[in-house]
């Protein structure tokens, strides 16, 4: 599987490449580009920002997204096909005859984004919020808790990170998170249902993605190693 930082993919593009295949990329940042006549196969993008880009005649197929931020996107003509997207965010954008087929969705956002031009046939989903009265305080408990085992696998620094990360985010929404509820889940205090509430956790959730990238953004991206996830079977490249 190849490597690519966000300045070969895109370059690639601009030099009318149309076909990808087996390409790896993580803690990059792709946002306000346009992705237009291309196809990438079998491929994964993990902590990747893809906020505000235009996609136009492309098709997933065979991918893996983690911790990917599409939010503020339009897409025309877009095919996910035979994809999982997982903590991934889809929300505030536009789906202009497009279509998800056999894609397994888990923890993404799709909150007031226009769905009713995209087809979604024979998906699987578990905790897709499109609204923000969608996400509970019990959800986004089980959301951090199921995302500890995850954290272990990334090398010190950049767990170092994330939870600081969840902590400036818990003082600046006001919520009560602490590294310990990590390894914890019955320390979670229970907030209240109101819409403030879920609003906060929503926007807790959903900025997570960008400060991790930003975090990670100064390490060069062919010193990251493995795969911090390829210790979930899935994952394996």
């Known amino acids: 599987m190849e490597n690519l930082t966000s300045i070969e993919f895109l370059e690639r593009v601009k030099s009318s490449q149309k076909e990808f295949n087996d390409i790896y990329m993580q803690y990059v940042d792709l946002s306000g580009h346009e992705i237009k006549d291309i196809t990438i196969r079998n491929s994964k993008f993990f902590f990747v920002t893809m906020r505000n880009c235009t996609f136009r005649n492309v098709t997933f197929e065979g991918c893996e997204f983690f911790f990917a931020s599409f939010n503020q996107s339009e897409f025309v003509r877009t095919k996910f096909i035979n994809c ?12 202009v005859d497009s279509e998800m087929r056999d894609v397994k969705l888990a923890w993404t956002g799709l909150v007031n984004s226009s769905t009713s031009d995209m087809k979604m046939i024979n998906c699987t989903e578990f905790k897709v919020f499109r609204n923000v009265e969608d996400l509970s305080p019990a959800d986004i408990e089980k959301g951090f808790a199921d995302l500890q085992p995850m954290l272990q696998h990334l090398d010190f620094d950049m767990r170092q990170k994330v939870l600081k990360i969840l902590e400036t985010s818990s003082i600046r929404y006001n919520t009560n998170f602490s590294p310990d509820m990590m390894h914890d889940e019955n320390k979670y205090d229970k907030k209240s249902g109101s819409y403030e509430s879920r609003k906060t956790n929503y926007s807790m959730f959903d900025s997570l993605i960008d400060n991790a990238v930003a975090a990670y953004g100064t390490k060069p991206a062919y010193k990251t190693g493995k795969s911090v996830y390829e210790a979930k079977s899935e994952y394996k490249k």
Do not use: A, D
């Open 84 to 95: 999982k997207i997982e903590y991934s965010g889809l929300s505030e954008s536009l789906f």
